[in-house]
């Protein structure tokens, strides 16, 4: 069964470097998200990504954060400068189409800023 | 804005014991309403859905039914085994106003014992 992954399982970095998370979606899937989980909280939406654009991002998803599809197939999320406070599990998820509920998610990255 | 709240966990079972997670949201309009589960060091997966008031969502003997008057959707199953220890996380997307991005709880851990 096709599934999405994610690389690295676990980063750990220091505040204020920068890290790439990385993501293969299922390979006919079209449509792109990023979500986030700090310990003991809420699944939250980042941003989704449709046709090499951002279609949507939440408050969370400032100008520290970005993602593009370098080459077709990865899709990355990077952080530019991280923070304490970004330490959390990040999920990337994908989806046939926009309107279709059945997002599959990866196994997540879970990040931990020193 | 939309909501999710469901119950704190973990919640402990002994095997075949009856299993109930409440779940209840806020929403504008008519949302549809999942649950997803996650297993240890795997990603979220859909478990059911259900897309309009008095639907039941089922699969895998889990259970859940779309309460409009109530707002809720509560995840139920008869029969619990220990491989259904997992967290699972109740979800409502939007189906109008030109944002489908699903609204997540904070996950309900499920401990099943022998």
Same mark, same amino acid.
């Given at each position: 069964?096709?599934?999405?992954?994610?690389?690295?399982?676990?980063?750990?970095?220091?505040?204020?470097?920068?890290?790439?998370?990385?993501?293969?979606?299922?390979? #006919?899937?079209?449509?792109? @998200?990023?979500?986030?989980?700090?310990?003991?909280?809420?699944?939250?939406?980042?941003?989704?990504?449709?046709? #090499?654009?951002?279609?949507?991002?939440?408050?969370?998803?400032?100008?520290?954060?970005?993602?593009?599809?370098?080459?077709?197939? #990865?899709?990355?999320?990077?952080?530019?400068?991280?923070?304490?406070?970004?330490?959390?599990?990040?999920?990337?998820?994908?989806?046939?189409?926009?309107?279709?509920?059945?997002? @599959?998610?990866?196994?997540?990255?879970?990040?931990?800023?020193? | =804005?939309?909501?999710?709240? !469901?119950?704190?966990?973990?919640?402990?079972?002994?095997?075949?014991?009856?299993?109930?997670?409440?779940? &209840? $949201?806020?929403?504008?309009?008519?949302?549809?309403?999942?649950?997803?589960? !996650?297993?240890? =060091?795997? =990603?979220? !997966? %859909? %478990? %059911?859905?259900?897309?309009?008031?008095?639907?039941?969502?089922?699969?895998?003997?889990?259970?859940? &039914? $779309?309460?409009?008057? &109530?707002?809720?959707?509560?995840?139920?199953?008869?029969?619990? !085994?220990?491989?259904?220890?997992?967290? $699972?996380?109740?979800? %409502?997307?939007?189906?109008?106003? =030109?944002? $489908?991005?699903? &609204?997540?709880?904070?996950?309900?851990?499920?401990?099943?014992?022998?």
């Amino acid at each position: 069964e096709p599934e999405v992954t994610q690389t690295p399982s676990h980063q750990v970095t220091q505040m204020g470097q920068e890290v790439i998370l990385r993501c293969v979606p299922i390979s #006919n899937h079209l449509y792109f @998200y990023w979500y986030r989980q700090i310990l003991g909280q809420k699944v939250e939406f980042l941003v989704s990504f449709y046709n #090499n654009e951002i279609s949507e991002k939440s408050e969370i998803f400032d100008d520290q954060f970005s993602v593009e599809r370098p080459d077709g197939s #990865n899709f990355t999320l990077k952080i530019r400068s991280t923070k304490l406070e970004d330490s959390a599990m990040y999920f990337c998820a994908t989806g046939a189409a926009e309107l279709s509920y059945e997002q @599959y998610f990866g196994p997540g990255t879970r990040l931990t800023v020193t | =804005g939309n909501s999710v709240t !469901q119950m704190e966990g973990p919640v402990t079972l002994s095997e075949e014991a009856f299993l109930t997670i409440n779940c &209840t $949201y806020t929403a504008t309009g008519y949302p549809s309403l999942f649950w997803y589960v !996650q297993y240890p =060091g795997e =990603g979220l !997966q %859909l %478990l %059911l859905k259900a897309t309009k008031a008095d639907d039941k969502g089922s699969n895998k003997g889990f259970e859940a &039914t $779309y309460r409009k008057e &109530t707002t809720s959707f509560h995840l139920e199953k008869g029969s619990v !085994q220990v491989s259904d220890s997992a967290v $699972y996380f109740c979800a %409502l997307s939007p189906t109008s106003g =030109g944002s $489908y991005i699903p &609204t997540f709880g904070r996950g309900t851990s499920l401990i099943v014992h022998p």
